[in-house]
Every structure is written in structure tokens, then in C-alpha cells.
């Protein structure tokens, strides 16, 4: 059999390799990785809506950001000795780096689509103002500079150079205000919906794959040495049964339950805390074409990371438009698409004294989310205005975000905290994986899904053909782009030429 924890089915009943829940970028790029890996696996993905990239991967769902470190500030947190850690911003910047080889490898495949429909260059700029910002963004960027990965970054408290920089941010503002700023001219805008659907079209032309959407997942147990899962049919009420080797829960913030589901005792203790999103967005193009950067500050206090708040162009169709915030929210579901239920059905023994434990220590984001839902439409832009001081109502309206579930785990001492960020959930047997958690999820997928290959089918990613394979795929992995600036260099070169970002 193809895999080791694959199932001795016979082929008269409905049976394949691997059931995928979820079609967006996360299934996508996992079933993309695996059936290039091994032609003859036969896979399903099984998906809720009547499309893929309907949640989390549709573009308007999420900032579009290639994550690459260049100018998201919660990724270098300031020390108290006045040093900057930049571990994660490296880690994030070579993963993402890893991401686009993937996509570099797919392009010009037969049934893959164009770089151009989902990937743009956008200059990533980090923005400040007040002695303190500055001071800590200064100080950021030699930090930064130190590393080949960010040797490119601008450092500039001119405001001549941030009028050329960022045109639409300069009229209005107090001359005698203190403002800083960085650009790095390397940063991407990314349509994640286009590209999981490029990605969803190579895989369904491919034998041995088949999308199977209104699809709900009702139940999952062991059966033999994989998984049996009910689905029915929300169409046509009609339900059935499929056997797999391998099950992935790439469910967005349904991964949750559906990993509660499974009953595996490494999901045990888990919970999940809800976090709605807004933007605020123009498609007036006489204020558009004045704004060609993805400019991010400080989060407020007792915001969470993913509420940094930033200017962006965003590029969906081959049209622009501009987004601010995200403005965050409160609601109890787990999908924009959800039932109110979500969170309180979610609630189980195991992880009952972590979420009262998170409960009692973030009374800080509690205060911060009662008061973002609050806001008016006047307090938003009021808060645009930090950034563009000259906005007015009529060119603005809220579009609702994507839903995000950060994860809520058991912790020694505290009894449970509040984690952001991603993280990867799967059986000591390796025959089932969910993926939790919310940004930078997207822009680092492929390596997210590396390392569950390499967890979960352990002795196929160490063969020498799968490893040859790999070495065709990724020229060099995150440890080599981390330490080798020479291969960095020569690398992503290689890679942006490929993909239409080398100009």
C-alpha cells in the first residue's frame, strides 16, 4: 500500500487513501504535496460550502499579507533588557520563503494557473509615531538589518521620503508630529482564494482525486488501522460512509470540533476562543492608486496580534482596492459561516479548567473586544485617520472578515493559556492531523504541511524517493534559508524570476 497507516479495502466499497475536511489552502496545499509525492494516492476532499476558498482562503476574508516578517511588529517583541528578538520574524520570513517555492515549482504544470492571478508585489512598510514607537522601531531595524533575510529593509524618520513612500498617509498630519517608518520593496499581496482554487483545479484533473462538496462531517472513528467517516449530505439529506487511511481536519475554526470528534487523546484539553473580524474598504480608485504598500503599527493594548492594525492594497480580480484594520469582534462561531452554538458545544471536561483559566487571565482582551464591538462607524474611521488623516465617510464601507479561533491549551502553571498563531494536532499513530489556530497560517502553509508529512508518514518522507522528489520541490528548506545567506540569496532570486516578482 502507498502508505503505511493506509487501509486493506476492498475497491467495491467506498474507500480511499486519504480524506481531506476542509478545501481551502490548507487541504489544497496538503493534497497537492502528497499526490506529487505519490501519483497512485487516491484522495477525497470533503468540504461544507458549494465551493472551495469560501471561508478563511477567500481574499476578502483575510488581509491578503504574504507573512514574511518585513513589517509586522508583534513578531519582534521588545525585551526588557532593549534588545529585539527576532527569531520569529527569521522563522516566518524562510517559511514563507519555502511557501513560494512551492508555488514556484507549480508554475507552468499543466492545469496550474498563473503566479499573476494571485501573487503581487507590495511594498511591506512598518509605521510608528511618538519618540517611544520610533525608538523601538529604530532599534528594530538594526536588529533586522543584522540578518540576510532583511538586508534590503529602509529605515527613515524624513518626511519627504514618507511622503514618496506612502502618499495617501502624509497629507493632514501635524508637521510637528514624530513619525518613522521602514519599507521593505520585497513584500507580496496574495490572493489566497485564487490560489487554493489554481491549486484545487491542478488536483481535479488529476486521476484518483475527487471534490465532493455540501458535504458535512458527522462522525469519525478508528476502524481497522484508519478512520471511518460519516458524511451527509446537506443537499439531498442523504448520508454515507467512507473509509480512509489518513484523515487531515484543515477545517478552519470547524478543525475543533471535528478533532473532538476523533476522541484521539492528543486533541484532549484544547479549546477554542472565537475572534470576529471588519475591515473598512475603499475601491475608489482616485484614492486607491495613491497607496501601493502594506503599511502596519503597533496593536492596541490588550489587542490581540491578529488586530495589528494596517493600510493595505489588496489586488483580487487584477482589481485593487485598499483595506484598514482588522476591526475585531465577538461572536460564539467558529466559521463566518458557523451556528452561534459553535462555542458552547465545544466545551467538554477536558478542556473546561483551561477556558475558565484563559478566562480569568485576558480580562484585558475581553475589555479590548467589548469595546471594539461597541465602535461606530465614525469611531472606526477615526481610527483610519491615525493612518490617513484625510478619509472621509462616503469612500468607506465594512466588509465582515473571516472568523478566526485562537487556540486555548492546557499549561502547567497557569491551567491554560491563550495561544496565537498555528498549531499542528495528530495521533501518535499518525493517522489523523487537524490544524489549529488562525495568522500567519496562509502564508506558511507548505511548511506546516511539511512537518506533518514528516510527522505523520515518517518512513515515506525519509525514502529516497519521496526525498528525491522534495529536493526537486524545494531547493532549500527553512534551517539552510535561516543560515546559508548565500543560498537565500541565490534561492529566492531564482524563485520570485519564476513566479514574476524578480522586477
Request: one cysteine or more.
Amino acid at each position: 500500500m502507498i502508505l503505511e497507516n493506509a487501509l486493506m479495502t476492498q475497491h467495491d466499497s467506498e474507500a480511499v487513501d486519504l480524506v481531506l475536511v476542509g478545501a481551502g489552502i490548507m487541504s489544497a496545499t496538503l493534497a497537492v504535496l502528497l499526490k506529487e509525492l505519490d501519483p497512485d494516492i487516491r484522495l477525497e476532499i470533503v468540504e461544507l460550502q458549494e465551493s472551495g476558498a469560501v471561508e478563511s482562503s477567500n481574499p476578502w476574508n483575510n488581509a491578503g499579507t504574504g507573512h514574511a516578517g518585513l513589517c509586522e511588529l508583534n513578531y519582534t517583541p521588545d525585551s526588557k533588557d532593549g534588545s529585539i528578538d527576532i527569531k520569529k520574524a527569521v522563522t516566518i520570513n524562510t517559511q514563507f520563503e519555502v511557501s513560494k517555492q512551492f508555488w514556484a515549482y507549480l508554475t507552468g504544470r499543466e492545469g496550474f494557473g498563473s503566479p499573476r492571478d494571485f501573487l503581487n508585489v507590495v511594498p511591506h512598510l512598518s509605521f510608528v509615531r511618538g519618540p517611544k514607537n520610533i525608538d523601538y522601531l529604530k532599534r528594530r531595524f538594526n536588529a533586522l538589518k543584522t540578518h540576510h533575510a532583511f538586508e534590503n529593509m529602509v529605515y527613515t524618520e524624513d518626511r519627504s521620503t514618507m511622503e514618496e513612500w506612502m502618499p495617501l498617509m502624509m497629507p493632514g498630519r501635524p508637521v510637528d508630529e514624530p513619525i518613522a517608518a521602514t519599507r521593505a520593496m520585497n513584500g507580496t499581496d496574495v490572493n489566497f482564494g485564487e490560489l487554493t482554487r489554481q491549486m484545487l483545479d491542478y488536483l481535479a484533473a488529476k486521476p484518483g482525486v475527487k471534490m465532493s462538496y455540501f458535504q458535512k462531517v458527522t462522525g469519525l472513528a478508528r476502524h481497522g488501522k484508519g478512520w471511518r467517516v460519516e458524511i451527509k449530505n446537506t443537499r439531498d439529506g442523504g448520508s454515507r460512509e467512507l473509509d480512509a487511511g489518513f484523515v487531515f481536519l484543515g477545517a478552519g475554526g470547524a478543525a475543533l470540533p471535528l478533532l473532538q470528534m476523533s476522541d484521539i487523546e492528543e486533541g484532549k484539553g484544547y479549546g477554542g476562543f472565537p475572534v470576529s473580524g471588519q475591515w473598512l474598504r475603499c475601491d475608489n480608485q482616485e484614492i486607491v492608486k495613491h497607496h501601493q504598500a502594506k503599511v502596519y503599527s503597533l496593536a492596541a493594548v490588550g489587542a490581540p496580534p491578529m488586530s495589528v492594525p494596517h493600510l493595505d492594497t489588496r489586488v483580487v480580480d487584477g482589481k485593487k482596492s485598499l483595506l484598514f484594520g482588522p476591526y475585531a469582534g465577538f461572536t460564539t462561531k467558529f466559521l463566518k459561516h458557523g451556528s452561534p452554538l459553535d462555542l458552547p458545544m465545544s466545551i467538554r471536561p477536558a478542556n473546561l479548567k483551561p477556558m475558565l483559566a484563559v478566562a480569568r487571565d485576558n480580562m484585558d482582551l475581553t475589555r479590548y473586544l467589548i469595546k471594539e464591538v461597541r465602535q461606530s462607524m465614525e469611531d472606526r474611521l477615526e481610527t483610519l485617520r491615525g493612518f490617513y488623516p484625510e478619509a472621509k465617510a462616503e469612500d468607506w464601507r465594512l466588509e465582515v472578515a473571516g472568523q478566526r479561533v485562537q487556540i486555548i491549551k492546557k499549561d502547567p502553571k497557569k491551567g491554560g493559556i491563550l495561544q496565537f498563531g498555528t498549531e499542528l494536532v495528530s495521533a501518535k499513530d499518525g493517522s489523523i492531523a487537524a490544524l489549529l489556530g488562525a495568522s500567519p497560517g496562509a502564508s506558511v502553509t507548505v511548511s506546516i504541511m511539511l512537518d506533518l508529512i514528516e510527522r505523520c508518514f515518517p518512513e515515506k518522507a525519509k525514502s529516497e524517493a519521496w526525498s528525491r522528489k522534495l529536493a526537486e520541490m524545494f531547493p532549500a528548506r527553512e534551517k539552510v534559508l535561516e543560515a546559508d545567506a548565500m543560498a537565500y540569496r541565490e534561492v529566492t532570486a531564482m524563485v520570485d524570476k519564476r513566479l514574476g516578482l524578480a522586477d
